[in-house]
């Protein structure tokens, strides 16, 4: 089971929508596939229409064998999701009060591995235990980040965190969001991206309407508009991850 997180410490960057979309299109190529909802706002439970809710909380959540009370439905075929709950506000709590603090993410997604091909996490944004936790459990970071001066620096944090700790062994995948090729700062940066930050994925996700419209259909783009511009990209930058990560090889 491979596991990608979409993580920024910044808020505000297009992080669980374009989570939400990868996952359906991981999904809708027959990938049998889970998406964590980590985040106590549950926008992605909410994309997905399901309640926000985990029955007894983050303590009960993490004491659980057996996975299949966890795991909700979607209206989408091969796509499962393990919802958000408000109790994950005091995620990081509890994973301080147990052995290892920095791995107990890591243990209790091996629950999943036998049934799972790929899980998603969607992350809070912060730098906290819980993305500590992230950090040691990911296969690939997709990091995605405004071309704008404040959204470059949240990055260059990220890497700094995983340059001092050798033993990670994610791959960072950063990549252009929420573009706007009318303001001259976005348009800019993109050109000069290959000097400014290794890596970066080619492919970019515009600020587009359509994607604010998941909010009121309650569903992936390729889902209620599969020949927007928006789907096609999402479609894109899954195949240039599934590419660069090597993700058939497993």
Known sequence: ????????IKGGVGKTATCVNLAYTCAKSGIKTLLWDLDSQGAASYYLNVKPEV???????FKTKEIGG????TDIE??????????YRHMDLYLDSGKKPKKQMGEFLKRFEDDYEVLFLDCPPSFSLVSENVFNSADVMLVPLIPTTLSMRTYEQIQEYTGEHKKLTLKLMPFFSMVDKRKKLHVETIADKENRITGIMQTSIPYLSIIEYMGVRRAPVGLFAPKSQAAALFEQLWTEIVLRAKLNSN
């Open 1 to 8: 089971m491979k596991v990608i997180a979409l993580y920024n």
């Open 55 to 61: 029955k007894g909380g983050t303590k009960k959540l």
């Open 70 to 73: 966890l795991v909700k439905e």
């Open 78 to 87: 091969h796509l499962d999701l393990l919802p958000a709950d408000f109790s």
